[in-house]
């Protein structure tokens, strides 16, 4: 069954400490990416990949890393410099070129206790 | 970068009406314009969407439509019911350099369908 995976569901997160989100996809695809989701504010763009080995920054990267080591995987860590990082956050990947969509995985609510 | 605009940010109708949503987008280049269904807890699903050349793409109750020239998009939705109710995003693609693009988001509509 072809798709992409997030997890964990829920992840909680001390004060100071980073925690890193894990992103599989099983479709074969080039691209990946990583959005944040705040009420009212829409998905934010954090970082993107169109190829193993390179990622860019997207609109909100402070505070955040990523690595492209296999096609499959787009692991996001959470600094401990990201100053809000209570939110949604979703994985997608899609076929490279520009009139593709994205398929999402089901995201991973992170929450600063 | 590109900006992406989207009204409203709720939306009530009674069930059998229609509804419409509305963005508006700043890149000229912006070639690919999707739309995106939330439930509650839920991923993102690609319900509808349409290229630059094209200026209306219908799929059963759901229809988009585009002005290049205005820089705008729509979603029209009719024959609303229940299973409607979620929260809709529109996107423009940003061509990228090697070939790739990226999606810049609004910030989503809240549609409630109601009995």
């Known amino acids: 069954d072809g798709g992409i995976t997030q997890s964990p569901k829920y992840l909680f997160r001390k004060e100071g400490q980073n925690v890193t989100l894990s992103c599989e996809q099983n479709?074969?695809?080039?691209?990946m990416y990583w959005y944040r989701q705040d009420p009212g504010q829409g998905l934010r763009l954090i970082y993107y990949?169109?190829?193993?080995?390179?990622?860019q920054k997207g609109d909100i990267a402070e505070g955040y890393s990523v690595s492209r080591e296999k096609k499959e995987s787009f692991p996001l860590t959470v600094t401990s410099a990201q100053k809000n990082p209570t939110a949604f956050y979703l994985c997608a990947s899609s076929i490279r070129g520009s009139n593709y969509g994205y398929t999402f995985g089901s995201g991973t609510r992170l929450t600063v206790v | 970068g590109e900006n992406v605009e989207q009204h409203p940010s709720t939306l009530s109708v009674q069930e059998g009406d229609s509804a419409v949503i509305k963005c508006t987008y700043s890149d000229s280049a912006s070639n690919y314009f999707p739309w995106y269904k939330q439930e509650l807890g839920k991923r993102p699903q690609l319900i509808i969407d349409?290229?630059?050349?094209?200026g209306e793409k219908k799929d059963q109750r759901i229809a988009v439509t585009l002005n290049k020239t205005a820089k705008h998009f729509s979603l029209h939705i009719t024959e609303t019911q229940p299973e409607d109710s979620a929260v809709y995003f529109c996107?423009?693609?940003?061509?990228?350099?090697?070939?790739?693009?990226?999606?810049?988001f609004g910030t989503g509509t809240q549609l409630k369908v109601e009995l």
């Open positions: 479709l074969n695809h080039d691209a």
């Open positions: 990949s169109q190829i193993v080995n390179d990622f």
């Open positions: 996107a423009a693609s940003d061509p990228l350099t090697g070939g790739g693009n990226k999606l810049t």
């Open positions: 349409i290229r630059s050349n094209v």
